[in-house]
């Protein structure tokens, strides 16, 4: 008793002076930055030696706490006794089979639809505004958990398809006057088409290699909207583009994005329905195999050229939908808005929501895109905030925060012959 007792205060006395040594090191970092302030008005230096005290206990005490929570990850099963039950051994996860019982969807959902359906009324329009692009953002979100969560097809240059929806919607109607609702399917076709494209030269390709042509694919797009000033209006962009219309009514401001907030929740829903179709369908089970182990996959008589390009054209068209209501709200668009960082963002939305949970990945879209909004308070640390809060979801949730399950399959016919 007396041995593990002395080890582990030996333990502690060595993560302790880590520690310290981490945070001298930090402070040492930070020092000009956050304690040195210089007055250019007055020719003044300002002594903040406040915020060196802060940061240095602040990451003595992170770094403490950080050792702790890996070293607990490394212990894993081995600090639990031998005789819990196996269903205590299991990992963390959100219990989300509870929804799936009458009892409590029928309600859960019935309040859910009551507080979608009175929230613009109740909240300001800047409110539902942020609401309008976090469901903007859950359709990119599920649109790419096809390609990435379900088809393993690491794609950085996302946002393109975005970018093919908005400008389809702002050209068509700037030349030929068409109405939202005539462009909506047009986008996503148009999209679709483009994934096709990408899709054909990628077949080969696999990991990073695939990243980074996905990544130039992007930057191209972007970049010939940006100088293609006769097609389409270069930097510029194009300003003017009409908002939805319902029969011909004249709405103001207010009643207009509340039109396009009913808009996108029905969108939104669409979405959600048919790509848990495609989820369960037999291309969403062969897009899972390819994921798993594509050689597997095609030794199993698997098409993996039709997959891949299904899952391609299929994730990118709900970018292309996404991107006609994206023109329809803001009214105006340019290449601006569709840079590599928001393919990182509809990427972080996946990966942290669980990749291949269509749940996970639609709490994901509202905790990135509605985080930021509501830490404007800290509109100096909101971006560290934000940051540590996908470190460690990281490290200690690769799974997301809904982790996909797996469908188990059995044959009755063996169950039957073992009676």
């Known amino acids: 008793m007396n041995t593990q007792k002395n080890t582990f205060l030996q333990e502690f006395f060595k993560e302790m002076k880590r520690s310290v040594f981490v ?17 250019t008005i007055e020719n003044t230096i300002i002594w903040r030696w406040k915020n060196l005290i802060f940061i240095g206990l602040g ?17 894993g099963g081995r600090m639990r006794p031998e005789t819990e039950t196996a269903s205590l051994r299991k990992p963390f996860s959100l219990d989300v089979e509870l929804l ?5 969807a029928v309600p ?38 096809i390609v990435v969560g379900l088809g393993g097809l690491l794609n950085l240059g996302y946002i393109a398809f975005y970018a093919v929806g908005a400008y389809t919607y702002a050209l068509l109607n700037h030349h030929y006057h068409l109405s939202f609702w005539i462009a909506l399917p047009l986008g996503g076709i148009f999209a679709a088409i483009f994934g096709i494209l990408l899709g054909i030269p990628v077949l080969r390709l696999r990991g990073d290699y695939l990243a980074i042509v996905t990544l130039a694919f992007g930057e191209i797009i972007r970049i010939v909207l940006e100088n293609w000033n006769n097609f389409s209006f ?22 207009a994005t509340i039109y396009i907030y009913f808009i996108m929740i029905a969108l939104t829903v669409l979405t959600v329905f048919i790509v848990s179709r495609l989820q369960h369908s037999r291309i969403g089970r ?26 391609f054209s299929l994730g990118a068209m709900w970018a292309g939908l996404a991107g006609v209501g994206f023109a329809a709200k803001t009214t105006f668009i340019n290449p601006a808005s569709f840079t590599v960082w928001e393919s990182i963002v509809v990427l972080c939305i996946v990966v942290l929501g669980g990749m291949g949970s269509i749940l996970g990945v639609m709490v994901g879209a ?54």
Request: no cysteine; proline share 4%.
């Open 23 to 39: 945070a001298l090191g930090f402070v040492v970092l930070t020092f000009p930055v956050m304690v040195i302030k210089v007055n």
């Open 59 to 75: 990451a003595f005490v992170l770094t403490m706490v950080w050792t702790y929570l890996m070293k607990r990850k490394q212990m």
């Open 100 to 104: 799936k019982k009458p009892k409590i």
């Open 108 to 145: 859960t959902l019935g309040v859910l639809g009551v507080f979608i359906v009175i929230f613009p009324f109740i909240f300001s329009m800047y409110q539902t505004n942020i609401l309008i692009t976090a469901l903007m953002y859950v359709m990119l979100g599920l649109g790419l958990n």
């Open 234 to 255: 270069g930097p510029s962009g194009i300003a003017g583009i009409p908002r939805p219309g319902f029969f011909g009514l004249k709405m103001n401001l207010q009643q």
């Open 286 to 311: 062969a897009w899972v195999a390819m994921r798993e182990d594509e050689t597997a996959s095609q030794a199993m008589g698997i098409n993996t050229t039709k997959a891949k390009l299904t899952a």
């Open 366 to 419: 509202l905790i990135l895109i509605l985080l930021p909004e509501y830490l404007r308070a800290f509109s100096e640390y909101r971006m560290l905030i934000f940051g540590l809060i996908l470190v460690i979801m990281m490290v200690f949730r690769q799974g997301g925060i809904i982790n996909a399950k797996r469908k188990v399959y059995t044959f009755e016919g063996a169950k039957k012959n073992e009676k």
